[in-house]
């Protein structure tokens, strides 16, 4: 009986492992799926894996807690499409030609998405690309035109337009859920790019978090009554300060009436609420219709410093509150995922397309180098390759994407991306990663918001950038001593060593990756050309 009972178990273990032995191979051999989420606009400051002083993004932070979480992130080129052009292409702006919002994505650059579904991925994007033009290598795509409503978007697809009723967060992730249900083919590894539209100005929230969000306050960030001291013109001559350039109405949802009545200066935008059913419009006037009547009233004995207050605490209130649902609905992409047995084999991506000052420096928007903008959140999960709770400070950037899933695919990248690809530090094989510095180019100039064109070296300890085309001027930052960046060094014969080095250091970068004077006169002379500058 009883040795009965032990051949018994012995063939039924024997028939388990053999099983499992079957099971692993299939996963080995079984290609990874990419999620790849992408915010817009939305700071590192504004997720919970980075600091919890703005908000919780207990979605989110999953990512991290359960992967890598990326501290030292950055993008090339702080600003919307050229960012979008980088992650596909896996090429700087100078080389890809993507290098502001105005001029179109030359469809000729050979994308990531296409090489992998060439290789067998399925793929798919919802969601804002802002190329004003289609992206090549997928098998579906939805996407906002251009920037994107909030309320009822617009959607281009490859059967038409669509305008699709209700909240922008919430549409793109159903549409994305209902093709990962309906439309993915089960039996292949897929591709999905994920793109929200939110945190980008000008900050509508959904209904759903109209009351909490406007309730809050929020802490005063350090230098939000910088006076631009210290560090050249660049600083001081942007037009993205919260006081000055911030407007009442579009930004901080004064009612045109009430900003007349005031006798307020603003400057006059096209207000997507008006976008809004009469029930949406109801629902918004009811929580911020008494904001209004309650500014009317304090307006008169309000000056510069409680002014600039009350419009920070207005735009933290409607920038978080679109976070809120960010937040909830990657939560619910993260479930489906879990409930599909699919999260084992998936690397997921959260990221922006770039960082954004929430107040730093007394900012809104991007574009400079300066840590907020250049910096981006990332996160990464990827079962049994990542260690879960793992921080990375490497010097990382958008670049860096289009390598890495093509090397997760198992597919070789073509030579000219300039790159790395991140498996190693995924790996935990920190010793095979030896970048000591990154290169950025900000190029939109003259343009809104006035931020000068530049370029410029990162290592982990110094950030050299020279502002040029109407200036011709240098900054050096020491980022340890200096993380806000309030001092530029340049001068200072402390540092002449350091800057000895740092120059030599953006030499040999910017000869590495191909950018010259003789690149930025080409980008300067497109400008002259379309008549935006003499
Ligand atoms: C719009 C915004 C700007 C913003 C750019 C670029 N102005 O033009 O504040 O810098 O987008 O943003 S708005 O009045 O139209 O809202 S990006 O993320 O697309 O690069
Ligand atoms: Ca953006």
Redesign the pocket.
């Known amino acids: 009986m009883k040795s009965g009972f032990n051949l018994l178990s012995l063939i039924l273990l024997l028939s388990i492992f053999s099983c499992t032995d079957e099971k692993s191979n299939e996963k080995e051999t079984k290609r990874p799926n990419i999620v790849f989420i992408m915010s817009?606009?939305h700071a590192y400051q504004a997720i919970s894996a980075y600091s919890d002083k703005l908000i919780q993004t207990p979605n989110i932070d999953r990512i991290a807690n359960e992967g890598i979480l990326f501290t030292n992130a950055s993008v090339t080129n702080s600003?919307?499409?050229p960012?979008r052009a980088v992650i596909l292409t896996g090429k700087h702006s100078h080389i890809n030609g993507k290098i502001d919002?105005l001029t179109p994505f030359d469809t000729t650059n050979v994308t990531f998405p296409q090489i992998l579904q060439k290789a067998g991925y399925q793929t798919a994007m919802f969601g804002k690309l802002?190329f004003g033009n289609n992206p090549k290598g997928f098998d579906e795509f939805k996407i906002l035109p251009g920037?994107g409503d909030y309320y009822n978007p617009k959607f281009i697809t490859q059967k038409g337009d669509t305008t699709i009723q209700g909240y922008v967060t919430d549409i793109t992730t159903d549409l994305t859920l209902d093709w990962m249900e309906k439309r993915r083919d089960t039996t292949k590894p897929f591709l999905l790019m994920y793109l929200h539209k939110a945190p980008?100005?000008?900050w509508l929230p959904a209904k759903r978090h109209y009351t909490e969000f406007t309730k809050k306050t929020f802490p005063l960030p350090e230098t939000l009554f910088d006076d631009y001291a210290n560090r050249g013109t660049a600083a001081a001559t942007a037009e993205?300060n919260i006081l000055k350039h911030m407007?009442y109405n579009?930004d901080n949802k004064v009612y045109p009436e009430i900003v007349k009545a005031l006798n307020i200066d603003d400057r006059e935008?096209y207000n997507p609420i008006e976008r809004m059913t009469p029930e949406q419009r109801a629902s918004w006037d009811s929580v911020y219709g008494p904001i209004n009547e309650d500014f009317k009233k304090r307006y008169p004995g309000m000056n510069d410093s409680t002014l600039m207050v009350w419009k920070y605490q207005r735009y933290m209130q409607d920038y978080l509150g679109t976070i809120a649902a960010v937040d909830e609905n990657v939560g619910r992409l993260l479930d489906y995922l879990d409930e599909e047995g699919l999260t084992e084999n998936t690397l997921v991506v959260y990221t922006s397309?770039?960082g954004f000052y929430l107040g730093e420096h007394g900012w809104?928007?991007?574009?400079f180098m300066y840590d907020e903008s250049f910096k981006t959140p990332l996160l990464i999960r990827w079962p049994h390759v990542i260690t879960p709770k793992t921080t990375s400070e490497e010097l990382v950037q958008n670049l860096d994407f289009a390598q890495t899933f093509l090397e997760v695919a198992g597919v070789k990248a073509p030579d000219d991306m300039q790159g790395e690809s991140l498996m190693p530090l995924l790996k935990g094989e920190t010793e095979k990663w030896d970048r000591d510095a990154v290169y950025y180019h900000y190029y939109e100039y003259p343009a809104?918001?006035a931020v000068k064109r530049h370029y410029g070296i990162a290592t982990k300890n110094f950030k050299l950038i020279h502002f040029y085309y109407d200036v011709d001027e240098w900054e050096l930052y020491d980022r340890k001593k200096d993380p806000l960046e309030m001092n530029n060094v340049y001068d200072d014969p402390t540092y002449a060593e350091t800057l000895a080095q740092m120059k030599e250091k953006l030499t040999s970068i910017r000869e590495k990756y191909k950018d010259s004077d003789a690149l930025s006169e080409q980008y300067i002379d497109i400008y002259k050309d379309k008549g935006l500058i003499e």
């Open positions: 817009d606009d600003i919307c499409a960012s919002n802002h920037q980008h100005r000008s993205m407007t579009y935008l397309d770039q809104f928007d991007k574009r809104e918001h």
